[in-house]
């Protein structure tokens, strides 16, 4: 996780040091537990790898090894379960408060129920983002360009039927599109095993930010959410430095 310092309030700043923001959307629907799976179930794969990743973000802040710092803000969001769309870090609702630095972030084991309103929490995602940037912007502090990442083993699917619902995502994909172009945000579209490739790639449109990957190797796709927010700092966001990473999680 070099070149990310991850800080125990969003006071602890340094005096014209830039912030990172990052939404991380995670599909935890009952495709996370199939009934017919032996375990570990990939919710559970899930719960591990970021137990493990939050754990060395904390080990980072007590060492002080670091030696380029940006300070990440990071807002966790779900979709699937009882709540459909729910956010899980800071306050529970579309507010800044809903970031917190890396090391304060504390998350409790998911659970995987429910179909996946994938569009209603990609549109969650963006509109955290923005208020988060409004949020610094009035406190006068910089900040680099938002990253949400979208983690999925599916697609979008109808609270009614359970089956394949494309209500909504015609719209979403535009106005993806022009935030992007727009520079609002990164937009990074990262499917495992049962993901629909055709809509990642659709949502990912068109700076191609997607990849479709076997199994579930979340631990590397949580080292890639750790690469692409050094990119977006040290390297003033070169796309093709993210599709190259997101290539090579393909092994």
Not at 31 to 45: C, E, G, N, R, V
Not at 136 to 164: A, H, K
Request: glycine share 8%.
């Amino acid at each position: 996780m070099a070149g990310i310092r991850v800080v125990s309030d969003q006071g602890s700043a340094r005096s014209g040091q830039k912030s990172s923001i990052g939404v991380l959307l995670l599909d935890v629907s009952k495709s996370m537990a199939p009934d017919d799976q032996k375990p570990p179930l990939p919710i559970h794969q899930l719960n591990d790898a970021l137990a493990k990743w939050l754990d060395y973000a904390r080990e980072l802040e007590a060492s002080h090894r670091q030696k380029e710092f940006t300070e990440l803000l990071l807002a966790v969001v779900t979709f699937g379960g009882a709540a459909e769309v729910s956010v899980v870090s800071g306050r529970r609702d579309a507010s800044p408060l809903a970031f917190v630095p890396v090391a304060s972030l504390k998350l409790d084991p998911f659970r995987a129920d429910g179909n996946t309103p994938l569009v209603a929490a990609v549109r969650l995602a963006m509109s955290l983002a923005e208020q988060e940037k409004a949020a610094l912007r009035n406190s006068g502090r910089d900040f680099y360009r938002p990253l949400i990442w979208l983690i999925t083993d599916g697609q979008p699917t109808s609270p009614e039927t359970g089956l394949l619902d494309l209500r909504g995502l015609d719209d979403l994909c535009k106005d993806l599109a022009k935030d992007a172009a727009g520079k609002h945000f990164r937009f990074y579209a990262i499917g495992v095993e049962g993901a629909n490739e055709e809509i990642l790639k659709k949502l990912a449109a068109p700076s191609n930010q997607y990849v479709k990957l076997a199994g579930l190797p979340f631990k590397e796709i949580l080292e890639f959410l750790t690469k692409s927010v050094e990119n977006n700092a040290v390297k003033a966001g070169e796309v093709d430095d993210d599709i190259a990473a997101l290539e090579y999680l393909k092994g």
